[in-house]
């Protein structure tokens, strides 16, 4: 079965960076984009960027470009996510999420989240 | 961006009553929305793809229609299990947008 499995949570002091992953595993893992979708506390979902896992391409929403990486490994079918200058408004649980086989697609899987806390 | 509203943003409903739902986009996504589901504490989990398609494994009390700039997630009779919050969420263009989303909760 398809299964998305995040790392642990994090504390971090501002102006730090943050690397969190989303190992993906029950289908071919170069065939779905994966997505990073971001909740702060009480919040809605906002969406941050996407991968293509074959060829490593990626798009980011225009607020978090130049401080926000997305990357993967094919040899262990995982995505990674850097966050840097970290904030305290970066506070919330971050979600990884596959896309639908479709280029036009909703997302049919999500990744258990990762709290991340900003504070220091 | 493509803005999407919901409504209403909270609503109190009893089990067995009918629920409606709405989201309005600010420009035209065709069919391209999807509703999700998510229950206090967990992750979101899709219910709806291509506005009316429902999901394996969702029942078949929630139904979705619309097509353009309006559409709706109907319950038609609400379970337990169904006070959660909703949101809907574009996927025609980038960035991908959502909803802020509808507390659903026990009257």
């Known amino acids: 079965q398809v299964q998305l499995v995040q790392s642990g949570a994090e504390v971090k002091r501002p102006g730090a960076s943050l690397k969190i992953s989303c190992k993906a595993s029950?289908?071919?893992?170069?065939?779905?984009?994966i997505h990073w979708v971001r909740q702060a506390p009480g919040q809605g979902l906002e969406w941050m960027a996407i991968?293509?896992?074959?060829?490593?391409?990626?798009d980011y929403a225009q607020k978090f470009q130049g401080r926000v990486a997305v990357t993967r490994d094919t040899s262990t079918s995982t995505v990674y996510m850097e966050v840097s200058s970290l904030r305290s408004d970066d506070t919330a649980v971050y979600y990884c999420?596959?896309?639908?086989?479709?280029?036009?697609?909703?997302?049919?899987?999500w990744g258990q989240g990762t709290l991340v806390t900003v504070s220091s | 961006d493509i803005q999407m509203t919901q409504s209403p943003s909270s609503l109190s409903a009893s089990v067995g009553d009918r629920v409606t739902i709405t989201c309005r986009a600010s420009?035209?996504?065709?069919?391209?929305l999807a509703w999700i589901q998510q229950k206090s504490g967990e992750a979101p989990k899709s219910l709806i793809s291509?506005?009316?398609t429902l999901q394996s494994g969702v029942p078949s009390r929630f139904s979705g229609s619309g097509s353009g700039t309006d559409f709706t997630l109907t319950i038609s009779s609400l379970q337990p299990e169904d006070f959660a919050t909703y949101f809907c969420?574009?996927?025609?263009?980038?960035?991908?947008?959502f909803g802020q989303g509808t507390r659903l909760e026990i009257k």
């Open positions: 991968i293509d896992p074959s060829g490593g391409s990626t």
């Open positions: 420009q035209d996504i065709s069919k391209y």
């Open positions: 969420q574009q996927y025609t263009t980038y960035p991908i947008t």
């Open positions: 291509d506005a009316s």
């Open positions: 999420a596959r896309q639908g086989d479709r280029y036009l697609d909703q997302f049919d899987y």
């Open positions: 029950g289908y071919n893992f170069k065939i779905n984009y």
